[in-house]
């Protein structure tokens, strides 16, 4: 059974930086892309930057540059380094394994002076 946990959200101010943490299972998690996506209120969720099992690292252009996810096989752990923030990356995160129809309960991060 699949179950992926986002972790570290929370309020930082704009120009800071955040890491958010996803505890993966339930999945062959070596072999498997992972990636955050984020949504808000309204609108459809937005692909954010993926990992693939090579370690090779897919951002969207919105975020390129300054954010930064990473991956340790050996704790089946996903990462999201979030740096320069600014308002417009206000949202609830979510950890997601390709090719699975699963979703956590995300992590809201809000970037608010």
């Known amino acids: 059974q699949v179950r992926l946990v986002e972790s570290g959200g929370g309020l930082v101010q704009p120009g800071g930086s955040l890491r958010l943490s996803c505890a993966a299972s339930g999945i062959i998690f070596s072999t498997t892309r992972m990636n955050w996506y984020r949504q808000t209120p309204g609108k459809q969720r937005e692909y954010v930057a993926g990992?693939?099992?090579?370690?090779?690292?897919y951002y969207s252009a919105s975020v390129k540059g300054r954010f930064t996810i990473s991956r340790d096989n050996t704790k089946r752990m996903v990462y999201l380094e979030m740096n320069n923030v600014n308002p417009d990356d206000t949202a609830v995160y979510y950890c997601h394994a390709t090719g699975q129809d699963y979703w956590g309960q995300g992590t809201q991060v809000t970037v608010s002076s």
């Open positions: 990992v693939g099992s090579d370690a090779r690292t």
